[in-house]
Structure formats: C-alpha cells, structure tokens
C-alpha cells in the first residue's frame, strides 16, 4: 500500500450499483478535505474504464453491479494496478464471496447492512498513513 502517503489525501473510486448507496457514500467524505471522489460507476465495464483512467488510491466495490460482477473489476484492476485499495462493500457477506475477495486481493470486505460507518473509518485511517490489518 505504498501509493497512499499522509498529507496527500486519498483519490476515492465508488463502484456501486444503487445510486441511493453512492449518495451517502459520497456525502460521508462531503466534509473530509483528504479525500476526493473522482469516479463513479453502477456497471463493471464503467468502473474498470473509469478505475483505469483515474487510477484511486482506494476503491469501494459492490459485489452485485448492474451489468456483471465487482469480482470481475477486482481481477481485471489487481492485475494491472495491484496498489490500489479495495473496500468490498457487499449486501452479500457470504463466506463464498469473501474468499473469492481475499484470494483476488481485496483490502477489506464490509457487510452494507452493519458496517456502513466503517468505510469511512478505513478511508480516513488509510489517508492518515495507518494501513492496520486486513479485514478480508
């Protein structure tokens, strides 16, 4: 995780299929001066484009996206940017998705229904330069 440095701030990616859940994503870091949200995507194929151009420091990635996978996004960005982190941010927390996460890459891997606050908690420690442990 070196691409993150403290006091440089943190370029956010939200991959997400429901644009109620990227709102208040979004309005989470509404008052973070660290943290800039510099894509959006509700599909895979536009979150692997729009992942590619920004290159984020941190992406939050639904599993369920409207045209296809997040673990599809996942492999195609691990194997060309492995520094990126991903935050997957799933409604299915299934043992299954979270191995398939973990052996992709994944950084992290939150349940929406029970740790929605603790996205931001991880993206403000890792703009603070604590990346902690896992918690895939």
Do not use: W
């Amino acid at each position: 995780m070196e691409k993150i440095h403290a006091d440089a701030g943190i370029n956010l990616f939200l991959a997400e299929d429901s644009p109620l859940i990227r709102v208040r994503l979004a309005e989470m870091f509404d008052d973070d001066a660290n943290v800039a949200i510099v894509g959006e995507a509700e599909t895979a194929a536009a979150a692997i484009e729009g992942i590619l151009r920004e290159r984020p420091d941190v992406v939050v990635l639904d599993v369920q996206l409207v045209d296809g996978s997040g673990l599809e996004v996942l492999r195609e960005i691990r194997r060309v940017d492995p520094d990126i982190v991903f935050i997957v941010f799933t409604g299915y927390p299934t043992p299954q998705y979270r191995k398939a996460c973990m052996e992709m890459g994944a950084g992290y891997f939150l349940d929406k229904n029970t740790e929605f606050e603790r996205v931001k908690q991880i993206v403000v420690e890792l703009s603070a330069g604590s990346t902690g442990s896992n918690e895939v």
